[in-house]
């Protein structure tokens, strides 16, 4: 059992120089010890709180970057809409218009068909009148050869006459 046991000498030796330590280091190491413990905590609380603000900076960022990803879709929107909006302008005035020019178009094609209408009216009529003309003279000339062809036809106006 001896083994087990320190002896008295040596517990007081090892009290002495734990105590002589424990003073050397609380004098000299302790305080060091101890500042460069705060230190340390306060360079992790600075990291921390800095982590902190950049995760704030981050949020307000992203907020941000959501709102004008936002606005940006909306002038996105407004501007195509409004490009719709001209092209259907164009397009209904671009209709407009070549109705306006075929209907101008049509309408001057009937005055030139007209006009040669006419003009074609005018020329059958004075050839059918020249016909006309040449035909009843030539019929009268062989109707009216002898005296009595001539004494009938004055007679048949003459009844004629009297019947209207």
Known sequence: MDLLLPGEGLIIWQAVVFLGLF????????KPI???????????????????????EMANLKADNEKL???????????????REAANR?????QA?????SDKIIEDARAVIQTEKNAALRDVKAQVAAFSLEVAEKLIRKNLADDKAQKDLAE????ELKLN
Do not use: G, N, P, V
């Open 34 to 56: 101890l500042s460069s413990l705060k230190e340390r905590e306060q360079s992790i609380q600075q990291a921390l709180d800095s982590a902190e603000q950049a995760k704030k």
């Open 69 to 83: 990803l936002r606005e940006a879709r909306e002038e996105r929107d407004k501007i195509l809409k409004e490009a």
């Open 23 to 30: 003073f050397l280091l609380a004098r000299f190491a302790w």
């Open 90 to 94: 164009l397009h209904d005035q671009a």
């Open 97 to 101: 218009d070549a109705k306006k020019t």
């Open 156 to 159: 048949t106006y003459i009844k």
